[in-house]
């Protein structure tokens, strides 16, 4: 089998072909950094119309570096939810359109289920396995029992982790995009020297919360006259932000390991996926986990972290490959979570 895969759901477009031995035969990203830059984030009008503007050009390369036409194609898959709406509807459209065109079957398939089944691409990963979903607009815990099927056990009740970490980053003054940045000055700083917060550290369930240990973040910033916010406090802060967002992370983390090896014997593996996933610093404290719980962690490669077409052509092969199909009427999502019978989080709105 060969599937086309369409990625479009936020600031990347891309353009990816796999097919059903593991292989990437093909894998582009255009990355729209420079675009949203001088606005300090994702703007989403300039990001839909980056796709607009792209999407065909990054298919066409695709195609030619896999060396194949849209004849040898099985299916073809997009990004169908959730993501900025703008662009959900480019890539839904254009995968629609390739697809009436060669005759072929079409899949929507959910953003984060793309992440969540990238593991089982890179590393054939069995079912079921525990995955932690971090990134700049989620941050959730759920147990993956098979495609389609996930039990969300945890999710944050206000901002995701990516999103902290951007928003801290954009308080102090590195740049955008705020995450890798942030990361590359805390291995330089300190991370004893502001006692900064741990959300919900301690207490049952695998529930996250962000918006205080930023909040705090800014109260010492505060505190600190613009001329004495020298490269080395902003180290240190990023430094000891950066701990306390690992510390809750493995306290919420081993809560839902706990819950993961009671309820599924047979489960051996901590999948780690989404944007965040890229932090090095968070797969070391992750692994610390993992070895003392007798699991394994599994992340993707780092390029496969961040959004791609890789993930959504699989996800669509998965899916594909278990007789699923969508209709050509399908309905671009905003919102579409893995677990919908999932109980909403007071405070949590849309993110949960």
Known sequence: MIVLGIETSCDETAAAVVNDKREILANRVLSQLDDHRPYGGVVPEIAAR???????????????????????????????????????????????????????????????????????????????????LVSGGHCQVLIVEGVGKYKRIGTTIDDAVGEAFD??????????????ALEKIAAKGDPNRFGLPRPLRGRPGCDFSFSGLKTAVRTYLDGFPVEQQTDEVKADLAASFQRAVGDTLIDRAR??????????????TLVLAGGVAAN????????????????????PPLHLCTDNAAMIAWAGLERFRLGERDDLDFKPRPRWPLDPEAPKRPGAGVKA
């Open 255 to 268: 809560n839902a390991v706990f819950e993961f090896m009671r309820d599924y014997p047979g489960g051996k």
């Open 167 to 180: 928003k801290t980053a954009k308080m102090m003054g590195l740049g955008y995009p705020g995450g890798p």
């Open 50 to 132: 980056a796709h607009l503007e792209h999407l065909d050009r990054l298919v066409a390369e695709a195609m030619d570096d896999a060396g194949v036409d849209f004849d040898d194609l099985d299916a073809v898959a997009c990004t169908g939810g959730p993501g900025l709406i703008g662009g959900v509807m480019v890539g839904t459209m254009t995968a629609k359109a390739i697809a009436f065109a060669a005759q072929k079957p079409f899949l929507a398939v959910n953003h984060l289920e793309g992440h969540a089944l990238t593991v089982r691409l890179t590393d054939d990963v069995a079912f079921p396995y525990l995955l932690l």
């Open 280 to 299: 090095k610093y968070l797969r070391g404290r992750l692994v610390e986990l993992t070895d003392q719980a007798g699991m394994e962690l599994v992340a």
